[in-house]
C-alpha cells in the first residue's frame, strides 16, 4: 500500500493524501498584478480532493518585486482576484496557502519605485536575472536597508498575511527559500551587517523569525508555514557554516510552533537539477529538529516521494515541474501512470500555452 496516499494532518487541516503543489512563479497575472482569469483555470485544474497546494510567490510589496507579471498581495485591489482562486481550490476539495514573497536583491532598478534600487541586508549583488517589462535584465546593485526600514518590511509581511486571509486562504508560507530576502538575511555570504540583524546566526535569523510571528499574529501558528533551502546556491547564495545556519532556524521555527517546514533539497538549484541522484540530505538531517509537519521538495520523482514519506523523513512531498505539466498529478500517482513531459519555454509568462493546456491522464489517453 502507498505512504503517500494515507491521510496526514496540515495544522488543523486533514490531508488526502501527501502529494503537494509546490509554489510555482508563472507570470500569467493581470495588470495591477491582479489573479488572471486563466490562473483561475490554472490553479482549478490543479486542485484535488484533499490535497495542498502553495500558490506561487506573492510580492508583499512593490520593493519585493523581481518577476514583471507575478501576482501580488500589496493592495486591496488584488484580494478579490484572490478570492476566485481559493473558491476554485475549495470547490474541488483542496486546500491552498499563499507565499508570501520579498526579492530583495534578486530585482532590477526598472521594477522599483522611482527606479530605486532594490533592498538588501547589505550592498552585494546577486548574478543572474530579474524579469522586468521589457524582458530579462541582469540584477541591479542593491542598498543595504538602514536599521530603522526593517520593521516597515516586517509589517508588509504582516499585512501580506492579512489581506490573505480576507481572500479566503487556508493559510500563508513565508518565501524563505532560494535567495530572497529573508535568506539573504539569514546566510553569510550575503549579509555583514553588523547590527542586530547580522554576525551571530542569532541575529541574522531575526528577520526571518520576525516575519514569522507576524505572519503568526494574523493567523496563528497552525495555518503558517516556512520554506527554507538549506545550502542552497540560487540567487549566489552562501553560508560558511550551513548545518549549524538552518538548524538553528529549524529549532527556532519549531519553537514557534508552525504548521509546516517546507525544505527545498540542495541537488536543485532553484529550479534546476544540479545533482542527480543525491539523497534528500537536508530533510534528513532536519526531521529530527522539527516535531510537527515536514514538507520535502527539489527533484523527487514516484518512487523517491514513496520512498521518503516512508522512511518518515518527510510527512509530504512537494512537485513542482511534474505538477506542470500533469494537472491530475496525485491522481496519475495513484494511478502508477505514466507523467507528460514539461515545457521549460512556457514556464515563465505567456499565455494558456504551457499553462492550462495540459491534459489530464484521461484526456491524454482518449487523443
Ligand atoms: C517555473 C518554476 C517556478 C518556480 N517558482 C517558485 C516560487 O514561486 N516559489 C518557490 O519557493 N519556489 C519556486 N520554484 C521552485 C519549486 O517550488 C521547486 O522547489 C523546484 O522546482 C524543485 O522541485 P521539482 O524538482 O519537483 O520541480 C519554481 C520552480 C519552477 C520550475
Redesign the pocket.
Known sequence: MSRLFTPTQVGPYRLSHRIVM?????MRSDPGDIPSDLMVKYYTQRASDGGLIVS??TPVSIRGYGYAGAPGIYSDTQIAGWQRVTDAVHANGGRIFL?LWHVGRQSHVDLQPNGEAPVAPSAIAAEGHAYTKRGEAPFSMPRALELREIPGIIEEFRSGAERALRAGFDGVEI?G??GYLPDQFLQDGTNERTDEYGGPIENRARFLLEVTQAAISVWGSDRVGV?ISPSGTYGSMSDSNPPATFGYVTTELDRLGIAYLHV?EPR?K??E?ISHGQAPIATQHLRPKFSRTLIA????APASAEAIVTSGDADLV?????F?SNPDLPERLRRGLPLSRYDRST??GGDARGYTDYPTADLASAA
Open positions: 509546490a509554489p510555482l512563479t508563472r506561487e510567490a507565499q518565501h527559500a532560494n520554506r527545498v536543485i532553484g529550479t537539477e521538495a527539489g527533484g523527487f512537494a512537485f513542482g515541474r511534474h506542470i514556464f515563465y
